[in-house]
């Protein structure tokens, strides 16, 4: 068991591009997370997916934001035409779909900086 | 909606004081609560949780009582070392999915 991955560690883009975040969780947790942390700041939940269905998404994910988890493993989280407030540290989360499902294992986050 | 409100950082400590870092909530239904810590350059580590009222979480000499008549998670640990100088993050999951609700996190620092 390797944990959560995130991939990339670091995304430097210019305001204006598209960037693509990918999380692969641990092997065979059906649940993944989705959240956002700005500096200073506890995360805040965007969505998560129970195998690959999308179940529920924050305010906070507005329609710039698409995330999917086509084959209920990986999972990808997108954002278009970056904005300098979308520069945070994005984390995934993943749990087991057992009883004590609310332990979640974090990945080390992508840093997100959006010039 | 839910909250969680953590006592404000930074926090500095010598080594072997006593800590308790505050945790209030507001919620509705019967949450679990956890509390996370984040060391330098890692990820969020769940440190320990309680899912019912009168539970007592505990691990690595940090301990935490879920108590539901003042609603609070409040974190201690009885001799700090400089290894624990860390973020913590006091968490709520109050509904089916599981999402959690962060407060905003207590920055802590242990001398020598």
């Known amino acids: 068991d390797t944990g959560v991955s995130q991939n990339p560690r670091h995304k430097i883009t210019k305001r204006g591009q598209n960037v693509t975040f990918r999380c692969d969780p641990i092997?065979?947790?059906?649940?993944l997370y989705w959240y956002r942390q700005t500096l200073g700041q506890g995360p805040e939940f965007l969505t998560y997916f129970q195998n690959e269905a999308q179940l529920e998404k924050s305010r906070l994910l507005s329609d710039r934001f698409s995330a999917e988890r086509p084959k209920g493993s990986f999972s990808t989280l997108e954002i278009q035409r970056t904005e300098q407030g979308d520069s945070a540290m994005y984390l995934c989360?993943?749990?087991?779909?057992?009883?004590?499902?609310?332990?979640?294992?974090f990945g080390p986050g992508t840093r997100l900086t959006v010039l | 909606g839910d909250s969680v409100t953590q006592m404000e950082g930074p926090v500095t400590l010598s080594e072997e004081a006593f800590l308790t870092i505050n945790c209030t909530y507001t919620?509705?239904?019967?949450?679990?609560l956890f509390w996370y810590v984040q060391y330098p350059g890692e990820g969020l580590q769940l440190l320990l949780k309680?899912?019912?009222?009168?539970d007592k979480g505990s691990n690595k000499g940090f301990e935490a009582t879920y108590r539901k008549e003042t609603t609070s998670f409040h974190l201690e640990k009885g001799s700090v070392q400089v290894s624990d100088s860390a973020v913590y993050f006091c968490a709520l999951s109050s509904d089916q999915g599981g999402k959690l609700i962060f407060g905003q996190g207590t920055e802590l620092s242990v001398k020598p």
């Open positions: 309680a899912t019912k009222a009168d």
């Open positions: 092997s065979e947790h059906n649940r």
């Open positions: 989360a993943s749990s087991p779909d057992r009883p004590s499902t609310d332990t979640q294992y």
């Open positions: 919620a509705t239904g019967y949450p679990s």
